[in-house]
C-alpha cells in the first residue's frame, strides 16, 4: 500500500537554484568535470533504484527481519535484501563518492548524500547495509596503513564487502572510556583481541563474502579513560596476500536484539575471541580514527531522518486527499462525494505541513552542509578549507540531533493523518515512526550531541564557531532587509539571531559557576540554535522562490506558502524554548531519594 516517488524536482532546486553546487565544484580541481547534467543524472537513476528496487522489500523485510543460525552464527538478511545488494554492486553505487584511486568514482559527497537521502526513504534498515561501510572506508582512508588500504579499501569501495563500526559493550555505550575489550600483540605486528560487542547494525549477514569490522580495544599497557583506546581492523574472514579470503577470523554473532524498529538490518551481539586484527593509526589514538567514521555517521543519521520524514509526508498527503471524513467546517468541498477528504480539515493540513516543512529544510540544510564537507576535504585553498571545517563541525550535532527530533515528530503527525489505519502495519506508516525512534539514540544520544554543541562546540571554542554562523546570518538579514516582501521572513530571522547571542552568552556565564548548567539547558539550546539554521535556510528558499514565483511553475507558490507557515507555525517554538533553558538547573535540583 505505500508508496515513494523520489523528490528529484526539490533535490533539484536545493542543489542548482539554492546553493548552486555546479559553480562551487569548479573552484575544486577534483569535481571541476561535474556538471549539472551529471547530478541530475545521478538523481534520476538513483530515484530509480531506491523506488523500484528497495522499497519495494521495505514493508516485507520489517515483518520477515533477520534470521540467526545459533549453529554456524551466519545470519539471513530478509527476502530480496541480498538481490537488491547484488543489483547495487552491479550498478557501481557503492563507488559513488569513493577515491578513484581505490577503484572509485569520484563525485562528490554531496552527490552521494542525495543518493542515500532517496535510499532512506526507500528503505532504511537495507540502507543501512551499505551505508556503514562508507564509515569504514572513510576512517580506513584517514587513517589506515598502505597495506590496509590496498587490503580492504578496493573491495569496500566496489561493495564486494560491506563494514562497522564496532564501539558498545554490554556495560557501556556513549561512554567509552570504560570499555573492556582486550587487544594482545603478536610477534607477527597483529594483535589478538578478545571482548564483546553490542548493538553492532550490520553485524552479521549473508548479502556479501566478508564483512570488515573497525573494533576499538584496550592494548595491555593501555591508560584507563577514554585515552588509552586503539582502533583495530577486524576482517570477518582473513584476507591471504593474493586478496583472496582465508580462514575464518574469531568473531562472530551470539545473538541478534529485537528492535522496537529497522528490523531488517541484523542488530548484533559480536563475540571475539582471539579474533586477529592489524591497528589503525597510533596506539592509544583509537578515538580520533574512529570519529572520522563517528562524525560520518552523525550525518548520516540525519540523513536517515530526513528520508523517513519525506516518505511519511508522501504518503499521508495521498491518504489525506483519498480518505472521506466529515465535511469542513466551512461548508462542503466535496458536494458530489457523501464527505469530504480530510485534507480540507485545518489540523491535517497543519500535520502535513509540517512534515514538509521539516523534510524541505532539513534537505537544505543537509547539503549546504555536506558542500562545506566537500571544500573541507578537497577544496585548494587551506583557509577555505578550514572555514568549511569549522561550519561542518558546527552544524553535525545540529543535523543528527535536530533532523531526527523532528522526524519523530513528523512521522507521528503523518500516523495520526491515517488514523486507525496508521497504527497497522499493512499501511507502512507505524514502520516509519518505529524506524525514526532509533535515530534519535544512536551514534550518540540526542543530549550527547546538543552537550557537545554547547560545551564543546560554542563554549569550548569562545564562540568562535557560533560567531561565523552569526555573521552570516546577520549578513543575509542585511541584504535582505530593504526588501519589502522579504520582511516576513527576514524580520523573524534577524529577532531569533539577537536572542541566541544573548541567550549564549547567559548559559555561558551561568556555566562558569556550575558547569552542570551545560547538562540543564543543552538539548533546549540545540533546538533553538536548529530552529535558528533553518529559519535562515528558509528565508534563503523563500527569497529564491519569491525571484521565481511568476514563472508559472506551481512549485514555487508551494515553497512560498511551506516557508510561510514554518516561520508562522514552527519558529515561534523557540520562544518557549528559550524559556525553559533559560530556567536552567534550579527546577531539576531534587534529592535523589525523592525520585
Known amino acids: 500500500m505505500p508508496q515513494y516517488n523520489p523528490p528529484v524536482r526539490d533535490m533539484q532546486f536545493v542543489l542548482h537554484e539554492l546553493f548552486d553546487v555546479a559553480s562551487e565544484f569548479k573552484q575544486i580541481p577534483a569535481f571541476a568535470e561535474v556538471d549539472v547534467d551529471t547530478i541530475n543524472a545521478v538523481l534520476e537513476e538513483g530515484g530509480k533504484f531506491a523506488?523500484?528496487?528497495?522499497?519495494?522489500?521495505?514493508?516485507?523485510?520489517?515483518?520477515?527481519?533477520?534470521?540467526?543460525?545459533?549453529?554456524?552464527?551466519?545470519?539471513?538478511?530478509?527476502k530480496g535484501f541480498k538481490e537488491a545488494y547484488k543489483q547495487y554492486v552491479e550498478g557501481g553505487w557503492p563507488a559513488l563518492?569513493?577515491?578513484?584511486?581505490?577503484?572509485?568514482?569520484?563525485?562528490?559527497?554531496?552527490?552521494?548524500?542525495?543518493?542515500?537521502?532517496?535510499?532512506?526513504?526507500?528503505?532504511?534498515?537495507?540502507?543501512?547495509?551499505?551505508?556503514?561501510?562508507?564509515?569504514?572506508?572513510?576512517?580506513?582512508?584517514?587513517?589506515?596503513?598502505?597495506?590496509?588500504?590496498?587490503?580492504?579499501?578496493?573491495?569496500?569501495?566496489?561493495?564486494?564487502?560491506?563494514?562497522?563500526?564496532?564501539?558498545?559493550?554490554?556495560?557501556?555505550?556513549?561512554?567509552?572510556?570504560?570499555?573492556?575489550?582486550?587487544?594482545?600483540?603478536?610477534?607477527?605486528?597483529?594483535?589478538?583481541?578478545?571482548?564483546?560487542?553490542?548493538?553492532?547494525?550490520?553485524?552479521?549477514?549473508?548479502?556479501?563474502?566478508?564483512?570488515?569490522?573497525?573494533?576499538?580495544?584496550?592494548?595491555?599497557?593501555?591508560?584507563?579513560?577514554?585515552?588509552?583506546?586503539?582502533?583495530?581492523?577486524?576482517?570477518?574472514?582473513?584476507?591471504?596476500?593474493?586478496?583472496?579470503?582465508?580462514?575464518?577470523?574469531g568473531i562472530y554473532c551470539a545473538g541478534l536484539e529485537h528492535k522496537m524498529g529497522i528490523h531488517g538490518n541484523a542488530t548484533a551481539q559480536l563475540v571475539l575471541e582471539n579474533a586477529v586484527g592489524t591497528l589503525v593509526g597510533q596506539p592509544n589514538k583509537g578515538l580520533q580514527a574512529m570519529f572520522v567514521m563517528m562524525n560520518a555517521a552523525r550525518l548520516g543519521v540525519g540523513n536517515q531522518s530526513l528520508g523517513l520524514t519525506e516518505v511519511a509526508y508522501q504518503n499521508a498527503v495521498a491518504y489525506a486527499k483519498d480518505r472521506l471524513q466529515m465535511r469542513a467546517l466551512s461548508g462542503p468541498k466535496a458536494p458530489d462525494k457523501p464527505a469530504d477528504p480530510i485534507i480540507v480539515h485545518p489540523d491535517v493540513r497543519k500535520m502535513l505541513l509540517t512534515a514538509r516543512a521539516y523534510a524541505e529544510g532539513a534537505r537544505a540544510l543537509a547539503t549546504y552542509t555536506v558542500v562545506q564537507l566537500d571544500k573541507e576535504l578537497h577544496h585548494p585553498d587551506e583557509a577555505v578549507r578550514a572555514e568549511a571545517a569549522d561550519a561542518v563541525a558546527l552544524l553535525t550535532p545540529i543535523i543528527k540531533a535536530f533532523i531526527t527530533d523532528n522526524a519523530?515528530?513528523?512521522?507521528?503527525?503523518?500516523?495520526?493523518?491515517y488514523g486507525g489505519h496508521g497504527f497497522i502495519h499493512e499501511w507502512g506508516m507505524e514502520q516509519y515512526v518505529r524506524d525514526a525512534r532509533i535515530n534519535m539514540i544512536y551514534e550518540g544520544t540526542n543530549t550527547v550531541?546538543?552537550?557537545?554543541?554547547?560545551?564543546?562546540?560554542?563554549?569550548?571554542?569562545?564562540?568562535?564557531?557560533?560567531?561565523?554562523?552569526?555573521?552570516?546570518?546577520?549578513?543575509?538579514?542585511?541584504?535582505?532587509?530593504?526588501?519589502?516582501?522579504?520582511?516576513?521572513?527576514?524580520?523573524?530571522?534577524?529577532?531569533?539571531?539577537?536572542?541566541?547571542?544573548?541567550?549564549?552568552?547567559?548559559?555561558?556565564?551561568?556555566?562558569?559557576?556550575?558547569?552542570?548548567?551545560?547538562?540543564?539547558?543543552?538539548?533546549?539550546?540545540?533546538?533553538?540554535?536548529?530552529?535558528?539554521?533553518?529559519?535562515?535556510?528558509?528565508?534563503?528558499?523563500?527569497?529564491?522562490?519569491?525571484?521565481?514565483?511568476?514563472?508559472?511553475?506551481?512549485?514555487?507558490?508551494?515553497?512560498?506558502i511551506t516557508a510561510r507557515f514554518y516561520f508562522a507555525k514552527l519558529l515561534p517554538e523557540t520562544a518557549s524554548l528559550i524559556r525553559t533553558c533559560r530556567a536552567g538547573l534550579a527546577p531539576l535540583e531534587m534529592d535523589e531519594a525523592l525520585f
Open 97 to 249: 563518492s569513493c577515491d578513484p584511486a581505490y577503484g572509485g568514482q569520484g563525485l562528490p559527497h554531496t552527490v552521494n548524500q542525495c543518493l542515500y537521502e532517496m535510499l532512506n526513504s526507500g528503505n532504511q534498515a537495507w540502507t543501512m547495509y551499505p551505508g556503514l561501510s562508507h564509515g569504514a572506508y572513510e576512517a580506513l582512508h584517514a587513517h589506515g596503513t598502505d597495506e590496509q588500504k590496498q587490503t580492504y579499501l578496493p573491495k569496500l569501495t566496489s561493495g564486494e564487502w560491506t563494514g562497522t563500526m564496532c564501539l558498545t559493550e554490554p556495560h557501556c555505550g556513549t561512554d567509552l572510556g570504560l570499555l573492556r575489550t582486550k587487544a594482545e600483540p603478536q610477534a607477527d605486528g597483529s594483535y589478538k583481541i578478545t571482548g564483546a560487542k553490542i548493538f553492532i547494525s550490520a553485524g552479521e549477514h549473508d548479502m556479501v563474502d566478508n564483512i570488515i569490522h573497525l573494533v576499538l580495544a584496550r592494548l595491555p599497557d593501555a591508560p584507563v579513560g577514554s585515552k588509552g583506546i586503539s582502533l583495530f581492523v577486524v576482517p570477518k574472514f582473513m584476507v591471504n596476500a593474493d586478496g583472496s579470503l582465508g580462514e575464518r577470523n
Open 51 to 78: 523506488s523500484q528496487v528497495i522499497f519495494p522489500i521495505n514493508l516485507s523485510g520489517d515483518a520477515e527481519g533477520c534470521t540467526l543460525d545459533k549453529t554456524t552464527h551466519e545470519v539471513s538478511a530478509p
Open 408 to 417: 519523530w515528530i513528523a512521522t507521528s503527525h503523518c500516523m495520526q493523518v
Open 449 to 560: 550531541q546538543s552537550l557537545d554543541l554547547l560545551g564543546r562546540k560554542i563554549l569550548g571554542d569562545n564562540g568562535k564557531k557560533m560567531k561565523k554562523l552569526g555573521k552570516m546570518v546577520a549578513q543575509f538579514v542585511e541584504d535582505e532587509g530593504i526588501s519589502e516582501e522579504m520582511q516576513e521572513f527576514v524580520n523573524p530571522l534577524a529577532d531569533l539571531g539577537e536572542k541566541v547571542t544573548k541567550l549564549t552568552m547567559e548559559v555561558g556565564m551561568k556555566a562558569m559557576g556550575n558547569a552542570d548548567e551545560v547538562g540543564a539547558a543543552a538539548v533546549d539550546y540545540l533546538r533553538v540554535v536548529g530552529h535558528l539554521v533553518f529559519a535562515y535556510m528558509w528565508a534563503r528558499m523563500a527569497k529564491v522562490a519569491l525571484e521565481r514565483q511568476n514563472s508559472g511553475d506551481p512549485f514555487y507558490k508551494a515553497k512560498l
